[in-house]
């Protein structure tokens, strides 16, 4: 009996209208655009716009985009998960309002919150429940409003992060395409260092929280930046390892878009040319759960059916990990 594989079959994706320049940010706080750049590869950011549209705006979107460009039908998706750190309500879920807005009438839907990796880690889920062979199509999307969480007085934060969203459909494949390995890892250390400190339970919303600004993103750069570089490299090169691939076996490598000089490093680490390196960071900043299906949505026409894929990514918690994956398609 065929193994079934679970494989991405198609892709979509939105980002807002509105861009936010390097330039622009200088009337907020104190940098500039060669500072920006050097440090970050941060170019321009896109920012939601617009009373009363949130995640599921953005998430709607990218699943209406790759519903137009496969010709998949809304009432065949069993599953939808969402990939998100910034919710539209904290307890109603986004992918059960979002399968509604779709026509996905016969799925059900949760979120998965693991900050930057949310999306990575949702492949894994993914994944496994196509390869269970209970659901057929699982639509995995990653979409975040970065800029409702954002100090934009805060040049540590303000300067990194924008607003976007991803799809992909994940279905069965019998030719060994698809997710092939994973090695997912988390370290709660990680609440130290990159945090929202109020509005959860250890520390509910008050009148002070609101005015001592507890609600938006706090990191500490140099700390988040040591850890990323590490753990992206050391898992990516795990899954070449263990896999027994050499830089020529890989065609792509689709790291998360969180700075620029991480993602060189990761490259470095593994021996993968700039050219196999996929990267959209100057024009996006740091989507969080949406940086990894921007990028397939923006090198789909480049991928080829057998292409093997290398996913990183690091987040707060800390979350991080590597997938090793085959492309089923040719676009």
């Not at 795990?238 to 027994?244: A, E, F, I, S, V």
Request: hydrophobic letters at 40%; glycine letters at 8%.
């Amino acid at each position: 009996m065929t193994k079934i594989t679970a494989a991405i079959t198609a892709v979509g994706k939105y980002v807002p209208d509105y861009i936010l320049t390097n330039k622009e940010l200088e009337k907020y706080v104190d940098t500039n655009d060669e500072w920006i750049t050097s440090r970050t590869g941060i170019k321009e950011r896109r920012i939601l716009k617009g009373e009363g549209l949130g995640t599921s705006y953005m998430a709607i979107k990218a699943a209406e985009n790759l519903f137009i460009k496969s010709k998949i039908n809304p009432e065949e998706i069993d599953l939808v998960i969402v990939g998100t750190a910034t919710p539209d309500l904290p307890v109603a879920s986004t992918a059960a309002y979002v399968a509604s807005k779709i026509g996905a009438i016969n799925a059900f839907g949760y979120d998965l919150q693991a900050a930057c990796s949310s999306f990575l880690y949702g492949m894994s889920t993914a994944a496994s429940y196509i390869e269970s062979g209970r659901y057929k199509k699982v639509l995995l999307i990653g979409a975040d409003k970065m800029s409702s969480i954002i100090d934009y007085t805060d040049r540590a934060t303000c300067i990194i992060f924008g607003d976007g969203a991803g799809a992909v459909l994940f279905e069965p494949n019998n030719e060994g395409l698809g997710l092939q390995d994973e090695y997912l890892r988390s370290d709660g250390i990680g609440r130290d260092f990159l945090r929202i400190e109020a509005g959860g339970s250890i520390m509910p919303t008050t009148e002070q929280t609101v005015k001592d600004n507890k609600h938006f993103v706090y990191q500490e750069g140099k700390t988040v930046f040591k850890y990323a570089v590490s753990n992206m490299a050391d898992v990516a090169e795990k899954m070449l390892t263990r896999n027994n691939l050499t830089e020529p076996d890989i065609q792509w490598l689709v790291a998360h878009q969180a700075n620029k000089r991480i993602i060189e490093a990761t490259a470095n680490r593994v021996g993968v040319s700039p050219e196999k390196v996929m990267m959209n960071i100057h024009k996006y900043g740091n989507t969080t759960s949406a940086t990894l299906p921007l990028l397939l949505a923006d090198y789909e026409d480049q991928l080829k059916k057998g292409d093997n894929l290398i996913f990183a990514a690091f987040g707060g918690g800390f979350t991080w990990g590597a997938i090793y994956l085959k492309w089923a398609y040719n676009s």
